[in-house]
Nanobody, 119 residues
Framework: QVQLVESGGGLVQAGGSLRLSCAAS????????LAWFRQAPGKAREIVAA????????YSADSVKGRFTISGDNAQNTVFLQMNALKPEDTAVYYC????????????WGQGTQVTVSS
């Protein structure tokens, strides 16, 4: 099973940018579909964006369209989430997740990284 480790979270003012990274070990990510999820305090976890190596970006939540971009670097075995024009409502723990091939569920998860956007 692939192991995932997120980094790049932090505190940023509204309107600022952050770039999250999700580094994989144990398996090559080229066999996996990838996604970023987030969970804000008191709210359910929600998917932010999803990516496959063959199809590129396959999903982007309406709340982040035009502001967030998911991408991958096969050579680095890493997936990124570039977040621009951040809003206080983007404050959450962000998780990357992987699903093998065409599996319906994301079975591998990172530990999460906190993103806090101040107004």
């Amino acid at each position: 099973q692939v192991q995932l480790v997120e980094s790049g979270g932090g505190l940023v003012q509204a309107g600022g940018s952050l770039r999250l990274s999700c580094a994989a070990s144990g398996r090559t990510l080229s066999n996996y579909g990838l996604a970023w999820f987030r969970q804000a305090p008191g709210k359910a976890r929600e998917i932010v964006a999803a990516f496959t190596w063959g199809g590129g970006v396959i999903y982007s939540a309406d709340s982040v369209k035009g502001r967030f971009t998911i991408s991958g670097d096969n050579a680095q075995n890493t997936v990124f989430l570039q977040m621009n024009a951040l809003k206080p409502e983007d404050t959450a723990v962000y998780y990357c997740a992987a699903r093998l091939g065409d599996a319906s569920d994301y079975s591998s998860w990172g530990q999460g990284t906190q993103v806090t956007v101040s107004s």
